[in-house]
């Protein structure tokens, strides 16, 4: 890769296109996700051969750390200082990856840039491209994106063909509509604008519990974007919600614990630490969610956000639990230290998880819109994980696999807490555990929701959606698919393919509430367009929207 003469980088041959691969931090997930990746890798080097290219890596397998993935942001720089400027790059992941990690030679590089990830919700590869993409949207970076289950469907071999031959993909996005104010309903219109007024004028809280969750650039939003919009951040500590969890007592965290026993809830637990779930590691989520609603009330916070990842994953069990309690209207009560005030009562306290800022935002005026209803507010994210075309049982669309990682509330689910279970987060994630909330969601109409930012401007795309019934059979594989111990949602998004959602989506994430029917549904998607636009965050209408 570089002249041995001049030490600088060499500029690839006509027909040589240079390959490079982000992975995790941690050590043991790198090593895990290897071998998909090296499949995966091996599967697009034919495709590019078949087309008359060499698709040729742009750092070594690391025989050492038994893995080629990029693993740090140091790491990432110096691979860069090696590759010509004007190279034709692919980004190609089978597995999660942390953005930061590339994003600064990306930020730089003057040739073509493709982002390749395989169809497939086995680490995942899908939520590491979306998470990418985003941040090189955020960041301004040109860039192409594709994405396939083996490399040789047509779909895949025309948009390869046009990247070779053009340097782009121009990828089907006419699903996407400006908002025009004009066509909002005027009782939603004026409901929207009271309530954006509102925000402005009594400002809110975003509690930050550290900010950059695993390198994820496109979850961070300036504060000169977001103020304007009356949300203010409050930036706080997690070594300060580790020291709060020291001083709840035990007696505090069995309440909790007892509550959610007596709601039916059921834990799967076990006595090994280091491969099950134990009641140990539960009490301490315990604690930490009501440290955590303690500390937002110390601070007047309006909705929180936890990064744990990377920085309590040594410390305490995963945060989960915790996140999907807080993100529910029904959840145990929570005192004031040491009285019978009962904090944040009658609600959620929204929670953004992976603190990611626009998720976060985008709760908080969900919450806003959905109280003012007299709509159930529990909302959360979820990783757009992957999908799968399903036929049967009254369907024949492609459902998408909405997961994360044991954040969402339980209202959301098939018989609520009653429904849910708890089990061990994996190992090589979560060293010290935790359990997830766990279940399958529950079907009805959906809007769901990006608040992102681009041209350094904020913006939102909303569209509706409905969350389906499938066969156990189904269900069961779908999680054997991805991750079982998380919950999973079967979504149909209305008037949005496939492909579209994949080309259009700026990030991992996406947000969904529910509303009890599609009416109301549509009134909600109005009313919180409305706010939006309220709030001078660029609102583009995705499928089908307001008035089809």
Known sequence: MTDPVSNHPVKPAADEVLLITSGDLRLSANQVCWPAQRDMEATLTAAFAEQGIKLVRAHAYDEKLKHGFISSQRMGMDVFMNIHPEARLVFATAAWQYSHHVLPGLRSHKGPILTVANWSGQWPGLVGLLNLNGSLVKAGREFSSIWSKDFTDAFFIGSLQEWLREGRINHDVSHVKPLDASRIPQGSARLGAGLAA????????????????MGMYNAIIDDELMNPAGIYKERLSQSALVAKMRTVSQAEAEAVYQWLVDKGMQFALGTDTASELTLEQILEQCKMYIAAVRIAHDFGCDAI????????KDMTPASDLAEGLLNNADRPPVFAEGTTEELYAGGPLPHFNEVDECAGVDALITNRCW??????????????????????AGVDDFVWVLQISGAAPANHFVGG???????????????????????????????????????????????????????QEETDRRWGETTPPWPIVHTLLHGVTQNQMMARHRAN?????????????????????????????????CGVGLAG
């Open 371 to 392: 109280t003012a209803l007299g709509l159930d507010p529990s909302t959360t994210l979820h990783d757009v994980r992957w999908g799968d075309h399903y036929k049967g």
């Open 509 to 541: 994430h996406i947000n969904i509430a529910y509303a009890p029917n599609g009416e109301a549904a549509d009134q909600a998607l109005a009313t919180k367009a409305a706010m939006l636009h309220a709030l001078g965050i660029q609102v583009h209408l």
């Open 417 to 471: 807490y009653a429904g849910a279970r708890s089990e061990r987060q994996p190992a090589m994630y979560f060293p010290l555990g935790g359990g997830s909330l766990k279940e399958v969601g529950k079907p009805g109409e959906i809007v769901w929701s990006r608040v992102f930012v681009e041209g350094g401007a904020l913006h939102a795309d909303i569209g509706r959606g409905t969350v389906i019934s499938l066969p």
């Open 305 to 312: 956000g936890i990064q744990y990842q990377q920085g309590l």
């Open 198 to 213: 509102e925000m402005k004028y009594r400002k809110a809280i975003l509690g930050v519990f550290d900010e950059g969750c």
